[in-house]
């Protein structure tokens, strides 16, 4: 089993759509989770951190289930800018470095 | 000094030949990390620096691949021989003593001809 599976994508949606990312996570000895949105060609940079109460930043709500080892992202509100890949990242079993899954694929249309 | 630096952001070179890339992480920022992303894969971890030591390798770091931070400040990563399947984009990341996080680079993409 990989460290941090996520929805295969690519996810295609209209301007305004809700949209939502899963992700899993075969460490349950992890402590730190983040997500982490890539545009084409260009490096990954955080979004957010996800918090085990759940935590929103404005259109973006990430949740986090230890029990279940899933973490999710939800967007509201899709806006043409949201089309990037996003990255569901956890700490490394040393809990030292960062974990990535292979990213799900976001295409928001007009 | 307002980001990670990469360098040189592109490199051709041939196969069986040696190549170094550079990173100068944040300033303050004791942990740097080396990772590798591949055409519609996400970032695979290579290596992670504390200060100068190296705490973390990969397993799927062969031999020809070393990587050095010997002031603790900027770190250098050598691959030796390189091979066609070493074509990427290699991304250099750092952080903050306890905070987790890490702030990337634009990375060094390197083709193997």
């Known amino acids: 089993r990989k460290e941090v599976e996520q929805d295969p994508g690519p996810f295609n949606v209209p301007e305004g759509a809700t949209v939502a990312f899963n992700c899993t996570y075969s460490?349950?000895?992890?402590?730190?989770f983040f997500w982490y949105r890539q545009d084409c060609r260009k490096e990954p940079k955080l979004l957010m951190s996800?918090?085990?109460s759940g935590n929103e930043d404005g259109r973006f709500t990430a949740q986090l289930n230890r029990a279940s080892q899933y973490i999710s992202l939800l967007i509201r509100d899709s806006k043409l800018s949201d089309s990037a890949t996003y990255l569901c990242?956890?700490?490394?079993?040393?809990?030292?470095?960062?974990?990535f899954g292979k990213g799900t694929t976001l295409s928001v249309s007009s | 000094d307002t980001g990670v630096s990469q360098n040189p952001r592109h490199k051709i070179t041939k196969r069986g030949q040696n190549v170094t890339f550079r990173c100068d992480p944040i300033?303050?920022?004791?942990?740097l990390y080396w990772y590798r992303q591949t055409l519609g894969q996400g970032p695979e971890f290579l290596t992670y620096?504390?200060?100068?030591?190296?705490?973390?390798k990969s397993r799927l770091l062969s031999d020809r691949f070393s990587a050095e931070r010997p002031k603790g400040s900027f770190s250098t990563l050598e691959i030796q021989r390189t091979e066609q399947g070493d074509s990427a984009m290699y991304l250099c990341?750092?952080?903050?003593?306890?905070?987790?996080?890490?702030?990337f680079g634009q990375g060094t993409r390197l083709t193997v001809v």
């Open positions: 990341a750092s952080s903050s003593q306890g905070r987790t996080e890490a702030f």
């Open positions: 460490n349950s000895a992890s402590q730190s």
């Open positions: 996800v918090y085990s």
């Open positions: 990242v956890v700490n490394s079993q040393a809990g030292t470095a960062l974990i």
């Open positions: 300033s303050e920022h004791n942990r």
């Open positions: 620096f504390q200060n100068e030591a190296q705490l973390e």
